[in-house]
């Protein structure tokens, strides 16, 4: 079981930054990959940003370029830095933990913290 708790959301303008992080429970969060998602009102959960066990990173074309997911292992935190927002990236910010042993899947969602960029 892994317990994730997001943090760093708030309201900023517009061009301003926040940097979200996730602490997770646990001893083998090394091994998950983890993943930034978002749900604005209305609107499906998508995904912004992925980082890997392994380290690799994938991003959304909304956000190239302006957010940088990573990861420290040593303190089971992943972290998502969001630069030059826009109102359009107002959305609940949900932190998530991947992992298939064998044929079985495991599948972990924090509470979610909201963003919201508005003058």
């Known amino acids: 079981q892994v317990q994730l708790v997001e943090s760093g959301g708030g309201l900023v303008q517009p061009g301003g930054s926040l940097r979200l992080s996730c602490a997770a429970s646990?001893?083998?969060?090394?091994?998950?990959?983890m993943g930034w998602y978002r749900q604005a009102p209305g609107k499906q959960r998508e995904l912004v940003a992925l980082i890997t066990s392994g380290g690799s990173t994938n991003y959304a074309d909304s956000v190239k370029g302006r957010f940088t997911i990573s990861r420290d292992n040593a303190n089971n935190t992943v972290y998502l830095q969001m630069n030059s927002l826009k109102p359009e990236d107002t959305a609940v910010y949900y932190c998530?933990?991947?992992?298939?042993?064998?044929?079985?899947?495991?599948?972990?969602w924090g509470e979610g913290t909201l963003v919201t960029v508005s003058l």
């Open positions: 998530n933990a991947d992992r298939t042993i064998a044929t079985t899947r495991l599948y972990y």
């Open positions: 646990g001893s083998t969060f090394s091994r998950y990959a």
